[in-house]
């Protein structure tokens, strides 16, 4: 089993690294900047097509943990990154989303960030990971997005609630390394396919 991990140098993308090396599974790293490459890694733009088709060649599946900048990155990326997949037959792909995606609770015909339960002012990260979230629903592709809400910097519990759709109730936060876990224990077992899941404590 091969897989291009996008984002490994991202808070969550580095435990991602771990726990897939830890599971003996073979990453290449889709890399930005000459002094992240290593031995297997890939040098790359994320918004460049060609790059992602050729980053692509030969795995089996993606993660992708990028974060959002504020510039388009992650909207343009993964249109790339659904492209490649398409083209080249590769089915099973997990990305890092926001909680604020997930249905709301309290008003379940609207998203998390467009209802009362938001508490933040701006939505232009939430709305990137909307549009990846529709982009992905159009695709044939076995997809699952991984909702954590707020991330924070936390030793690795093992332990935490997960729910298809929406946050289960109460949760403030989740640790990065949580996160990661849940990601890649998702990558390898595939429980929810097609599906959104929010990640709590």
Known sequence: MKLLLIGSTGKTGQFIRRFLEEK??????????????????????????????????????????????????LASGMDNVIAAMLELKISRLITIGTAGILQ?????????????ENKRVNHEAAME????????????LDWTIVCPTRLVQEEQRGSYRVQKNVLPSGGSFISFADTAEFAVSEYLNSAYVRERVGICY
């Open 104 to 116: 709301s609770e309290l008003q379940p015909e609207l998203l998390r960030y467009q209802s009362t």
């Open 24 to 73: 003996g599974v073979q990453v290449r790293r889709f890399v930005r900047s000459a002094e992240q490459v290593e031995p297997g890694s890939f040098l790359g733009d994320i918004r460049n097509r060609h790059d992602v088709f050729e980053a692509m060649a030969g795995v089996d599946g993606v993660i992708c943990s990028l974060n959002t900048e504020g510039n388009g990155t």
């Open 129 to 140: 990971h909307e549009h990846v979230y529709r982009q992905l629903t159009k695709s044939s």
